[in-house]
């Protein structure tokens, strides 16, 4: 895998691989964990969850700054790494209130912030030598793999450790139940007898006192979080030690030196130029006020503005020869924001959608997909059966045709003794994206190369577009899944009282998960075509001395895209389900347009 490439790659993949863990982690259950543990409504929780990914964004622009000013990417990194344990250390802490579970998320996003975008930047130092520079896109696909290696273990790990500290305190797993105990809790459930129902089948007798179920229940789910997080915390720990040890083979950046300080254009460049910041500073408050009174969203409006701010000031500090390359770099970042916000929904609605609105219990050939140990055989015999039938070598024919029989037979026992209605979590529908991630980049990596190898190649800004139309059909999967179920609006009325009562998803509308598991495939495809290609194209066309700050660039449009997450989460409880998916389709193909309207440009300052 990394024949080919500089040995600084793989201390890259391995120390990014820990630190994803844990991230994905987060991904996977902190809007399950914000609900279950504090009651809030799916709009809340959504405001929370988009600021948290706002910041594990937007704050690399501070990392990048730091080791742009620096040239001392590496040190800024391992900052990073010890600010982000220090993080999920804190939300390890069972019983915090939300002001300190707020504090310790804070925490691990600023540590991202220094650590994520100039380790990309590094990465691509390590291709800016030419005899590496050709395979620079291959480079980042396998760094990308790197990521979700590490993400696709994180639901499990999060869903075991969740599950099992639910069973040392005499409870099963289900998904629906504490947001029905926080009704309850509150006065606002409509159903008691179903509550009652589903008290009984977790707890394994009948319960009497539900008030003090639903509490208790409460207090165990959310404890077990707190040891995942624990989890994650320990897979930091990982990632240091690797760091630290091989550091050596990631490139060190010389400090740039200007070539005539005493020039007006290196003067007026600047980083620090005073009118380069009062300028963005002014955009920045002037878009915040600007929303506020439009929009009644001050919150929101600094999110832009500060990508506004962002924009006028890397223009402003730019040179003429490296403008028509930053300028270029933006318009992409435009389309970002955009990309993510609609893509970072399988961390909130198609959460919500996992859980609300998917079968609670699938048969045994589906449970193979819901359980670490047989989804792994299944894994390794598929890539056994790969061995026997592509390779040409005898003893890889035999060592797949061994993987096949040994681990089909070891799926086939796994199968046999699962029942016929088997119980899966909601959070393990984020192992499938980094699965799919890892099952396809070699495939995609190899078209681009059979496609590279008779010149038809896509551009890498071609590829972004592409990315979008792709995405787009992902949503098309789930909205056609979506129609005729009952809506979440509909499932809230107000009684005769006037209080507002709220009754949980009936069975009558969950589907089956492959509509989801299909819906994220798409969506993983177009994520190859984007991410990581977009990942490429900043590193060759940033300017030098704005490496880790375009790096930085990049991952604040992410910022924005991830604020923008919260049209789901507000949408939610509002619109037809078909509605709310319809956004993002539309979202993602005027991006599309935006791009291909724009492509020319955009070739050309890869050149």
């Known amino acids: 895998m990394f024949k080919g490439h500089p040995k ?14 844990g991230f994905y982690t987060m991904m996977a259950i902190l ?76 925490t691990i996003a600023l540590g991202n912030g220094l650590f994520k975008g100039n380790l990309q930047a590094v990465v691509g130092q390590l291709y800016d030598d030419p005899k590496y520079s050709k ?52 006065g606002s459930l409509d159903d008691v007898s179903a509550f009652q129902l589903l008290a009984d089948k977790v707890s394994g007798t009948s319960v009497t006192d539900l008030t003090a179920f639903a509490q208790n229940y409460i207090a165990a789910f959310a404890k077990g979080y707190n040891y995942a997080f624990a989890i994650a915390a320990g897979t930091m720990i990982l990632s240091l030690i690797v760091y630290l040890v091989f550091n050596k083979l990631l490139p060190s950046v010389a400090k740039i030196q200007a070539k005539d300080s005493t020039s007006k254009e290196n003067k007026s460049n600047s980083t620090t130029s005073p009118v380069a910041i009062a300028l ?10 600007i929303f506020h009174f439009a929009f009644n969203d001050v919150k929101l409006g600094s999110a832009v503005g500060l990508f506004i701010g962002f924009i006028a000031w890397i223009i402003q500090i730019s040179t003429k020869e490296e403008r028509p390359r930053v300028t270029s770099l933006i318009l992409v970042f435009i389309v970002v924001i955009f990309f993510w916000m609609s893509f970072h929904q399988n961390g909130l609605t198609l959460t919500f959608f996992a859980r609300d609105y998917t079968v609670k219990n699938v048969g045994a050939f589906t449970n193979i997909f819901f359980n670490l140990q047989s989804i792994l055989a299944f894994i390794g015999s598929l890539a056994g059966l790969y061995l026997l039938i592509a390779r040409k070598e ?42 799919f991630i890892v099952a396809l980049t070699f495939p995609v990596m190899g078209v681009f190369t059979w496609l590279r190898n008779k010149n038809l190649e896509p551009s890498t800004p071609k590829k972004i577009g592409i990315g979008m139309i792709i995405a787009a059909v992902g949503f098309i999967v789930v909205l ?11 499932l809230q009325f107000t009684d005769a009282t006037g209080a507002v009562k709220y009754n949980p998803v009936p069975d009558s509308s969950r589907v089956v998960p492959y509509w989801l598991i299909s819906s994220y495939l798409i969506l ?48 939610w409880g509002k619109l037809d389900l078909w509605q709310l998916w319809a956004i993002f389709i539309v979202c993602c193909l ?16 890869t050149k």
């Open 8 to 21: 600084g790659l793989f201390v890259a993949f391995f120390t990014n691989m820990g630190e994803r863990f």
């Open 31 to 106: 809007v399950l964990f914000l609900q279950a543990k504090y009651g809030l409504t799916e709009q809340e929780a959504g405001d929370y969850y988009s600021w948290f990914y706002f910041g594990i964004y937007a704050l690399a622009l501070i990392g990048g700054i730091l080791a742009d000013a620096t040239r001392k990417y590496k040190t800024v990194i391992l900052i990073g790494l010890l600010i982000m344990f220090t993080g999920y250390a804190i939300v390890a802490i069972p019983g915090n209130t939300l002001t300190f579970t707020l504090i310790g998320l804070f």
């Open 135 to 186: 395979v620079r896109d291959s480079a980042f696909m396998i760094f990308y793999m790197g990521i979700n290696i590490g993400a696709f273990f994180a639901p499990f790990v999060a869903t075991g450790i969740r599950n099992w500290f639910l069973g040392t305190q005499g409870f099963l797993h289900d998904g629906s139940l504490p947001a029905m105990c926080h009704a309850y809790i509150k």
């Open 280 to 289: 963005a500073i002014g955009l920045m408050i002037t878009t915040s006020v």
């Open 394 to 435: 005898t003893l890889q024919k035999i060592i797949g045709a061994a993987m096949f029989l040994v681990l089909g037979g070891l799926t086939y026992y796994f199968v046999s003794g699962y029942s016929s209605e088997n119980p899966i979590a909601p959070e393990v529908f984020q192992s499938f994206n980094p699965l």
């Open 480 to 490: 056609l899944a979506s129609l005729n179920l009952v809506s979440p609006h509909e």
């Open 524 to 571: 993983t495809i177009a994520e190859l075509f984007l991410s990581p290609m977009g990942l490429s194209f900043v590193s060759k066309v940033a300017p030098p001395r704005f490496q880790g700050l375009m790096q930085g660039g990049w991952l604040l449009a992410t910022a924005v895209g991830n604020k923008f997450l919260f049209v789901g989460s507000n949408f």
């Open 590 to 605: 005027l991006s599309a347009t935006f791009i291909f309207i724009i492509l020319k440009r955009l070739e050309n300052a």
